[in-house]
């Protein structure tokens, strides 16, 4: 590949294309969806040729799997590695979701594929387990006595208020967040609590 490129509308371009090409897929997979966003508007969006766009992703799956990979790779740090927050604090942050925040990638792309073998399942599939078991950590240091059970309700509970949000155009992460302060403090003993202070 050269240095400089034309893109679809005969300009130069500089490198970066890979960039360009994951930017706009993160803007059209989650405005539009996967199968509503064809290789045409992509390139388009992202200023390359589908020739460029097929050097650097030899098809959408590929791309479509490498588009969910660049998502939170280290799940929600922003509020499992606070330690300002004690272990329940971090569980009920989970829920301190902005309205605004779209569908999650990862609920959006499984739903659309229903391909349980494509790569961006696995990493739906991997995210997912994953998140379960950063919400069972939280739990097990705050002294849930069962742990992993607390953080199955919670993932399912999130995963829940993510779609219902979206079908309703309404904010549910609220009415999430109560039903969660539920079941914290129906799996926490109160003891348990007070000692992680």
């Known amino acids: 590949m050269t240095e400089l490129e ?13 960039e360009r090409i994951l930017s706009a897929s993160q803007q059209l997979f989650r405005e539009q969806g996967i ?5 045409d508007q992509l390139c388009a969006a992202a200023q390359v040729s589908k020739r460029t766009a097929y050097q650097h992703f030899t098809n959408k799956d590929e791309l479509v799997a490498e ?13 499992f590695d606070r330690t ?4 329940r604090e971090r569980l009920l942050a989970a829920f301190d979701i902005p309205p605004t925040t779209p569908l999650c990638p ?29 919400l069972a950590e939280a739990a097990r240091e705050a002294g849930a006595t069962d742990p992993e059970q607390l953080g199955e309700q919670l993932a399912l509970l999130l995963d829940g208020a993510a779609a219902r949000t979206r079908v309703l155009n309404a904010d549910t992460f609220p009415t ?8 914290i403090d129906n799996a926490i003993p109160a003891t348990a609590d007070e000692d992680r202070r």
């Open 67 to 79: 588009y969910l990979r660049q998502f939170d790779p280290s799940v929600l740090p922003d509020v």
């Open 176 to 183: 999430a967040a109560a039903i969660a302060t539920v079941l």
């Open 35 to 39: 199968n509503r966003t064809g290789m």
């Open 84 to 87: 300002d927050l004690t272990p």
């Open 6 to 18: 034309k893109g679809p509308t005969g300009r130069r371009r500089g490198r970066g294309a890979r």
């Open 106 to 134: 990862y609920i959006g792309a499984a739903v659309e594929l229903h391909d349980p073998q494509h790569p961006a399942s696995q990493y739906a599939h991997d995210y997912k387990k994953a998140v379960a078991a950063r």
